[in-house]
């Protein structure tokens, strides 16, 4: 007798909580669309004005150092505060910020911007990019409203359609901000920013989440707890592991952070560049669908290194070419894959780690990861511009390979992408033989999720 078969579980996004998370997931995709928007179009224009690629190394530094160093607090506010404070006092304190940017960008003279060494410049860059991070807890606070909101056996999925919004944002603020760089400079980017971040403030006004304010408790103290949450991380077995593993990608992936804004700035024009990256992030729409679609998996742990392994082959293929074209088919391959890479890790910190305590694990988690990538981001910059370059010009690197290779600038960034993409592939490889990944895996299949009822949350 046939066995009946028994179609996937399906999200519900048009009643009960899923629709709460499906209005909170719009909003974190405007959100995310204008701050990336001023991420990207802020280096797009200090390159243009400066043509200093050590001048964007830094901005990508300024990033993840302020990254690295919020994470744990923004997570233990997650923890601490309603979500939907969080959400709205994060939008509110980058729309300030971007209004103190706008103020310094009328005020100074125009030509204290091309110059890399000037003051004005700098405070206006880091300025710019506080507002980017103040941005940061919505993106702590997303996979805690998943569990939040969504029952367990479909929260893979709803990871996905976080990877989904992820890559809408990419996809829209590549082409917002090359269009508005090459038309308007940042005083269009700045008024789309603070227009869009007072109407999210305003919607989440009218967004009724159901959940109580945070008590405090012995398991779950108040405050950042990094002691405690050290020890949450410590006590499941392959965490630790996994997230050294995400650090190191980190590390070698700061040098494509720093890098690769100037490397396709050089290969096409800036407004064709933003285009181009609207179009691969189109592929990234596309994985967060699929994971939406047929979910993870039951080895969540050895599909995120698969993917890891399929992207860091990838990146370092393409730069053996001087071609845009080979550039374009290894970032597909990268943009198809993250969001299944995203969706595996938070599916298993969800299942992993209590409710009560995920704002801190997750904030933990990106602080350690993210610590890395300034190393790359702040040391690749200077050493590709005042190293690697005038070797691989007229030094000896292009004279051992720059017959095959090519020479000058471009290709001094290309053979710094090859070096790095083995470098990636290699450790994943040695973390897929290791027994700390069987560890995590056998973790994940053990766990017993708490389901979190939110309802009862208030």
């Known amino acids: 007798m046939p066995v009946p078969q028994v179609p996937p579980p399906r999200l519900d996004l048009r009643s009960g909580t899923q629709r709460v998370f499906a209005h909170l997931l719009v909003d974190a995709a405007v959100v995310s669309v204008v701050n990336y928007t001023v991420w990207f179009a802020v280096t797009f224009w200090v390159f243009l004005q400066t043509r200093s690629v050590f001048a964007t190394g830094m901005i990508a530094g300024v990033f993840v150092v302020a990254t690295a160093a919020t994470g744990i607090w923004f997570g233990s506010l997650v923890d601490n505060h309603r979500k939907r404070t969080v959400l709205q006092a994060s939008a509110a304190v980058s729309a300030a910020l971007y209004g103190v940017c706008l103020a310094v960008l009328l005020l100074t003279p125009a030509e204290e911007f091309t110059d890399a060494g000037s003051l004005r410049l700098w405070?206006?860059?880091?300025?710019?990019?506080?507002?980017?991070?103040?941005?940061?807890?919505?993106?702590?606070?997303?996979?805690?409203?998943v569990t939040l909101l969504v029952p367990e056996h479909l929260r893979d999925r709803a990871n996905g359609l976080v990877g989904t919004v992820s890559g809408t944002s990419m996809l829209v603020t590549s082409v917002i901000s090359g269009v508005l760089v090459a038309s308007g400079g940042m005083l269009h980017v700045l008024l789309l920013a603070l227009a869009v971040l007072a109407g999210s403030v305003l919607h989440l006004a009218r967004v009724a989440v159901p959940e109580a304010l945070p008590v405090p408790t012995a398991q779950s103290p108040g405050g950042v707890d990094l002691r405690g949450t050290w020890r949450l991380v410590r006590g499941v077995p392959g965490l630790v592991p996994l997230i050294a593993f995400t650090c190191f990608n980190n590390l070698i992936g700061g040098g494509f952070m720093a890098l690769m804004d100037a490397y396709g700035l050089s290969l096409v024009s800036v407004r064709a560049w933003g285009l181009l990256w609207g179009g691969l992030s189109a592929l990234m729409i596309v994985g967060g669908l699929l994971v939406a679609r047929l979910g993870l998996g039951t080895r969540p742990v050895r599909l995120l290194l698969l993917v890891n392994l399929a992207s860091w082959a990838a990146t370092a293929l393409f730069p053996l070419a001087h071609s845009v074209l080979t550039l374009t088919a290894a970032m597909a391959v990268f943009m198809l894959l993250m969001p299944f890479a995203e969706a595996a890790e938070q599916t298993v910190l969800q299942r992993v780690v209590p409710y009560e305590r995920q704002g801190r694990v997750f904030g933990f988690a990106q602080s350690v990861e993210q610590s890395a990538a300034p190393l790359t981001a702040f040391l690749l910059g200077p050493l590709t511009q005042f190293a690697v370059v005038p070797s691989m010009t007229d030094g000896a690197a292009a004279?051992?390979?720059?017959?095959?290779?090519?020479?000058?600038?471009?290709?001094?960034?290309?053979?710094?992408?090859?070096?790095?993409?083995?470098?990636?592939?290699?450790?994943?490889?040695?973390?897929?033989?290791s027994p700390q990944y069987r560890a995590l895996a056998a973790s994940a299949a053990r766990a017993e999720p708490a389901p979190v009822s939110a309802s009862g949350r208030g």
């Open 399 to 433: 004279a051992a390979i720059g017959g095959w290779f090519g020479t000058g600038q471009t290709r001094a960034i290309a053979l710094v992408f090859v070096v790095t993409g083995l470098t990636g592939v290699v450790a994943t490889a040695v973390a897929l033989l």
């Open 123 to 145: 405070l206006f860059v880091v300025l710019l990019m506080a507002g980017v991070v103040a941005g940061n807890p919505r993106g702590i606070a997303l996979p805690t409203l």
